[in-house]
């Protein structure tokens, strides 16, 4: 066990509560890497930042990150988005940022810089989304919090949406990000226990554009630090456990303002049948391995379409995209795209559903998914 993991938490409140004499702190958040995980440190300002346009633009070591080499290893981060730090309390910041190499470039893994730019040109249409993060709680050994340790719980059934003591495990954690979220300031609009036990689920948004990635990365980060607290692991593995047990997703959710008012139905038709032209390019882009880890997701068990064959129906959570049973019947409103890997990056994901079903722009692309 990790030493971090014994250390007495309640010991660190007495600090906390120190005065700081005007000074907040802003702590500096960025996508690293792997495209997956969450990097951050802390600097001093000497006065409360209104807007990200009072935040300085910093610097980091990107060889130690995956983002640069190390004989050129400086890299930039660019404050985009600000939010309220439940950890510290008012006035202290958690900053998003986007990463910028030495020439002031996005590196290969800042994807929000390509999204801003198409959210840009289809914000006449106000795209909205709501993202479905499904995650997985493990103990420190890397085993599902809470299952025997030498075997497995009772097989799927009592744990989705349970309560009770053998039905739920790791509340403790999501009640904490529940209201963490809140404080921070991030659409989020709901959370259940999931399929498989120790698999939970909370959904961000509506957010209309751009806001989508930024609220759904900053809310992982927040569950990450939750579970620094818990003395837990949060995975974003789709599939953390073989056999006959859930994988993990994040559904997306989407509509045009078109969708949402009456007779609507036939955009969201007109978008379902591009979508379906483009199946492998949106497979592509759903997961940081071009497809490869929502290969061992999308089977076509355990409540998901095969990785291969594109599928939409109404109230169809086997289908590719699925019609909520109320917009079929009440005609506008919105789809659900199901094939998103828990690990996508939400970028990457709203950039390319607005391409497909705004920007009308078309082709495929042939998988290499056994490469």
């Not at 935040?55 to 939010?83: I, R, Y």
């Not at 994988?247 to 008012?261: D, V």
């Not at 289908?319 to 109320?326: L, Q």
């Not at 009440?330 to 828990?342: Q, T």
């Amino acid at each position: 066990m990790p030493s971090s993991a014994l250390l007495d938490k309640a010991a660190k409140s007495k600090y906390m509560d120190l005065k700081t004499f005007g000074i907040t702190q802003a702590m500096y958040i960025w996508v690293d890497g792997s495209g997956q995980s969450l990097r951050c440190k802390t600097r001093s300002l000497e006065k409360e930042p209104k807007d990200v346009s009072d935040l300085p633009v910093w610097n980091f070591d990107g060889s130690s990150t995956g983002q640069a080499e190390g004989s050129n290893s400086d890299c930039f981060l660019k404050p985009v988005s600000m939010f309220n730090d439940p950890f510290r309390g008012a006035p202290n910041k958690l900053i998003l940022c986007e990463v910028l190499s030495y020439k002031m470039e996005a590196v290969e893994t800042n994807h929000r810089q390509t999204c801003a730019g198409v959210m840009n040109q289809v914000k006449e249409d106000h795209p909205w989304f709501g993202m479905e993060q499904e995650y997985t709680l493990l103990d420190v050994d890397g085993h599902p919090f809470g299952w025997p340790k030498q075997g497995f719980p009772g097989p799927q059934g009592p744990y989705y949406c349970a309560v009770g003591t053998g039905n739920v495990y790791g509340r403790e954690v999501v009640e904490a990000h529940y209201k963490a979220c809140i404080y921070a300031g991030i659409t989020i609009s709901g959370t259940n226990a999931e399929v498989m036990p120790a698999q939970w689920e909370y959904q961000v948004g509506p957010c209309e554009g751009i806001k989508m990635g930024d609220h759904l990365w900053m809310s992982r980060f927040l569950l990450h630090r939750v579970c620094e607290d818990f003395g837990v692991i949060a995975t974003m593995d789709p599939k953390p456990m073989n056999g006959d047990w859930n994988g993990a997703g994040c559904h997306c959710n989407y509509s045009t303002e078109k969708m949402r008012l009456p007779g609507g139905f036939d955009e969201i038709n007109n978008a379902v049948e591009k979508l379906s032209k483009r199946h492998n390019y949106h497979i592509q882009a759903y997961d940081p391995q071009g497809g490869k880890d929502n290969m061992r997701r999308l089977t076509g068990l355990h409540e998901t379409s095969s990785i291969y064959d594109f599928s939409s129906g109404v109230a169809n959570r086997q289908a590719s995209i699925r019609i909520p049973r109320h917009v079929g019947e009440e005609k506008c409103g919105y789809l659900e795209d199901r094939r998103p890997s828990s690990n996508c990056d939400p970028y990457t994901v709203t950039e390319v559903i607005a391409r497909t079903t705004i920007l009308n722009e078309e082709g495929d692309v042939v998988l290499k998914l056994n490469c």
